[in-house]
């Protein structure tokens, strides 16, 4: 994605969030009200937290190019770098649209435990879920991902419900992408450095590399 249509997304997400409650209760605009604390926002992250190199990963659960790195990179990348302690890996969602954003808040509605797997669900069923142009529907299929994770409907229609963490979600978005100069998703922040999408052979040659270094 071209940054312009990237900051120009970012600059109107503000105005997605009251579609943020679905079931008609008032939780984005009783949000407005409290103040915005983007530390109360937990990394989701993977891997030995002592690992030698680190990699943040940027992407939306509403990208064709981030599901297909999930599908494609993901496993190999967590097989021989993740699961063998050399790397610890963190996914920070990117909200183009009202969409990813609820893809997001079901995530991590299961907690750290289930986010990852739930992310999994998310990515690889991206093409059905997205389908067609009613929200109602959208949230019906995010829905039902979640319950087939094992999340009940009260815990779901809570997550979905809630305006103060869809706010500060967004909040800590911005403040990432802005920190970290995130143009296009998905991206890869490796100790410190930003790179683009990659296939699995160009990414270990640039893991090992910066593994050799250590």
Known sequence: MFRREFVARLAGLAALLPFVSLSGLSGAAAAEEAPIDISTVEDMALGDPDAPVTVIEYASFTCPHCANFHANVFK???????????????????????????????ARCGGAMRYFGLAELIYGGQREWTKGDDPAQIADNLRRIGRSAGLTNDQLEACLSDGAKAQTLVAWYQANAETDKISATPSFVIDGELYSNMPYAEFAELLDAKLAAK
Do not use: P, Q, S
Not at 77 to 100: C, M, P, S
């Open 76 to 106: 190999d990348l967590k097989k021989n770098y993740i699961d063998t302690g050399k790397v610890r890996f963190i996914h920070r969602e990117v909200y183009f649209d009202r969409y990813g954003l609820w893809a997001g808040m079901v």
